[in-house]
Nanobody
Framework: QVQLVESGGGLVQTGGSLRLSCAASGRTFSSSNMGWFRQAPGKEREFVAAITWSGGGTYYADSIKGRFTVSRDNAKSMVYLQMNSLKPEDTAVYYC?????????????????????WGQGTQVTVSS
């Protein structure tokens, strides 16, 4: 099992940047596909970005493509989300998630399968 703790959220102005971190513990982290999701007030949780267990493959939501970058450091058991050119509509609680099975990103992370493991979330607020 993988346990996840997010950090790095905060308040930033439009156009600013933040880097979110997700610290993972557990023996299976280095073999787990990982992802970031977000949930804005009054809205459903949505997929943001995903990365394969090796870091060799990534997948992004259209709404953040070109502005956000997902990466990982398996030696440190960390996953990151670099967020640039932030907009007020990026305001949300951001969650780190770990896949429970092997396979393509779309099936194991992007589709938000019921067996994803979740962190507690970190708040990102972008002021206009």
């Amino acid at each position: 099992q993988v346990q996840l703790v997010e950090s790095g959220g905060g308040l930033v102005q439009t156009g600013g940047s933040l880097r979110l971190s997700c610290a993972a513990s557990g023996r299976t982290f280095s073999s787990s596909n990982m992802g970031w999701f977000r949930q804005a007030p009054g809205k459903e949780r949505e997929f943001v970005a995903a990365i394969t267990w090796s870091g060799g493959g990534t997948y992004y939501a259209d709404s953040i493509k070109g502005r956000f970058t997902v990466s990982r450091d398996n030696a440190k058991s960390m996953v990151y989300l670099q967020m640039n050119s932030l907009k007020p509509e990026d305001t949300a609680v951001y969650y780190c998630a770990a896949a429970s099975s092997a396979g393509p990103l779309r099936r194991t992370v992007v589709s938000e399968p019921p067996d994803l493991r979740w962190g507690q979330g970190t708040q990102v607020t972008v002021s206009s």
